[in-house]
């Protein structure tokens, strides 16, 4: 019986960028959901635990400061959470969450797959 890959979160606001870590997701072996803005990232969690997010600060209708406050405050830590940001003081906001990484933008694709790598313990 094979093991289910383990699912990683993209909440960004960016169609294409999101897009784009989708597909580097996918072919790195793991599932991917994704979603637009904090509201639509409580929603999938709520659906399934995934076991890392990655979080764009800057969204509409609820950005990264909003969705980690909700999340933390429903789920504790009940998995990483990456803050991924084009903000000049992206290791700052990623404290001021609670967040358990950063990876600024732009970033190469070996630099998100080094990321990932780093919180995903199990293989997919």
């Known amino acids: 019986m094979e093991a289910t890959p383990a699912t990683i979160l993209v909440v960004d606001?960016?169609?294409i960028l999101r897009e784009m870590i989708e597909t580097m997701v996918d072919m790195a072996g793991y599932r991917v959901r994704s979603a637009e803005d904090g509201r639509d990232a409580l929603d999938r969690v709520a659906e399934e635990m995934p076991r890392l997010i990655l979080l764009d600060m800057m969204m509409p209708r609820m950005d990264?400061?909003?969705f980690a406050e909700r999340f933390y405050?429903?789920?504790g830590h009940a998995c990483p959470i990456v803050v991924v940001t084009a903000a000049p003081d992206a290791n700052a906001r990623a404290e001021q969450i609670g967040a358990d990484g950063?990876?600024?933008k732009p970033f190469t694709?070996?630099?998100l797959l080094e990321l990932i790598a780093?919180?995903?313990t199990d293989s997919p």
């Open 13 to 15: 606001d960016d169609p």
């Open 64 to 66: 990264g400061w909003q």
């Open 73 to 75: 405050a429903l789920y």
């Open 102 to 104: 950063f990876l600024d």
């Open 109 to 111: 694709i070996e630099a």
């Open 118 to 120: 780093r919180y995903m």
